[in-house]
């Protein structure tokens, strides 16, 4: 009896990490976007925060936000921002891109697909 309830959370976590990425929720993400407001902003047009505009991000070229002076890593990092290169962003910056400026990690894989999902939905306003 132990065992199979074991062997069922073991079944049901891995399925949640599985499909976290495609589930993400942006209602839950606008809260966990609350850990970013420190810092960015998905407004149009707002550029005073600490670090780079994230409105319609998803879709667009890594640092490549007007009005930011983003770490030459960032800059000239090629990569365009899709669910998969934020995910791997959220989970670890410094190890994705070493030597880049963002000192902020986002351990839950079901957090960041629910942030994913709500940037992408706010880029839509
Ligand atoms: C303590 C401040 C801080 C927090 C908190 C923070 N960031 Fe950042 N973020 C930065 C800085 C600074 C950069 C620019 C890094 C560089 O130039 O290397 C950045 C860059 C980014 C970029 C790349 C933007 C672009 O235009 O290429 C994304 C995407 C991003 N952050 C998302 C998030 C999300 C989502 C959260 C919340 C889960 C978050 N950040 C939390 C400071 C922060």
């Not at 407001?37 to 007007?66: I, M, W």
Request: proline share 4%; glycine share 6%.
């Amino acid at each position: 009896m132990r065992n199979s309830i074991i062997a069922y959370l073991f079944t049901a976590l891995a399925l949640a990490a599985t499909s976290a990425l495609a589930d993400g929720s942006a209602s839950a993400g606008r809260k966990v976007f609350k850990e970013c407001r420190s810092c960015h902003s998905v407004q149009e047009g707002k550029y005073d925060t600490f670090g780079p505009n994230l409105y319609q991000v998803v879709g667009r070229e890594a640092g490549s936000a007007p009005e930011y002076n983003y770490s030459p890593v960032l800059k000239n990092s090629n990569i365009v921002w899709t669910v998969v290169t934020l995910d791997r962003w959220l989970a670890d910056p410094q190890a994705f891109l070493p030597g880049s400026e963002m000192e902020y990690i986002l351990e839950s894989a079901k957090d960041r697909a629910d942030v994913i999902a709500y940037l992408i939905a706010a880029g839509k306003r």
